[in-house]
């Protein structure tokens, strides 16, 4: 296994136009998390799935991103109708689901996604 | 509110000496799991050491130890003998496991460490 992959590495876009993002986690793992990370900052959660379902979006994901993950294997991420404001590196992670109680569960980020909207 | 504080925008550290890395953090959930991360400029996020709040003695991994001081929820990063490869953002990140059964992290802002020769 090669931990989780994130395609592309690198995207600029114009204004205005969509853009999809892909993941794809640890086989093993059924939990996958985006978060959004913008310069100088620690990244942001932004959407949550166990298996295929979706469980958890944050406010930040307004209604021009939605997120999927057919089958319960990878994730895509797709902002509609991009602002400059989107500009920010996109992480995919996964993990195992934790016994009850436990803390510690493996989590494995990919190396991101950055997106320049221009 | 911000869960995660990290206080040192930025931090220089000459080769081989230890630095210490700030970090306190706000929770109600008595179970919770402290961690702390390493983004290089290549921009993955690399696992340093895990705290978790039952833990009775402070978490070591290699040249990382991890300075955990329950009663004033504070999770302080130690790195030894730094080396020029340490050069990066770190990020202290928390899990509460009673209230969030989903599992994300709540991260901290980052300090950005440069190690000079």
């Known amino acids: 296994d090669t931990g989780v992959s994130q395609d592309p590495r690198h995207k600029i876009t114009k204004r205005g136009q969509n853009v999809t993002f892909r993941c794809d986690p640890i086989?093993?793992?059924?939990?996958l998390y985006w978060y959004r990370q913008t310069l100088g900052q620690g990244p942001e959660f932004l959407t949550y799935?166990?298996?295929?379902?979706?469980?958890?979006k944050s406010r930040l994901l307004s209604d021009r991103f939605s997120a999927e993950r057919p089958k319960g294997s990878f994730s895509t991420l797709e902002i509609q109708r991009t602002e400059q404001g989107d500009s920010a590196m996109y992480l995919c992670a996964s993990s195992d689901h934790p016994s009850p109680g436990q803390g510690f569960v493996g989590y494995t980020f990919g190396s991101g996604t950055r997106l320049t909207v221009v | 509110a911000q869960k995660i504080t990290q206080t040192q925008p930025g931090m220089f550290v000459q080769e081989k000496e230890a630095v210490t890395l700030d970090c306190t953090y706000d929770t109600s959930d008595p179970s919770y799991g402290l961690f702390w991360y390493k983004q290089p400029s290549s921009g993955e996020m690399i696992f340093l050491i895990y705290?978790?709040?039952?833990?009775?003695q402070n978490a070591t991994e290699g040249r990382y130890s991890l300075n955990f001081q329950k009663a004033r929820k504070s999770a302080n990063l130690v790195i030894s003998a730094s080396q020029l490869g340490d050069s990066a953002m770190y990020f202290c990140?928390?899990?509460?496991?009673?209230?969030?059964?989903?599992?994300?992290?709540?991260f901290g802002a980052g300090t950005q460490v440069v190690v000079t020769p």
């Open positions: 990140a928390m899990r509460e496991v009673t209230t969030d059964s989903w599992g994300k992290f709540q």
């Open positions: 086989s093993e793992h059924n939990r």
């Open positions: 799935f166990q298996n295929e379902a979706q469980l958890e």
């Open positions: 705290q978790g709040s039952y833990d009775q």
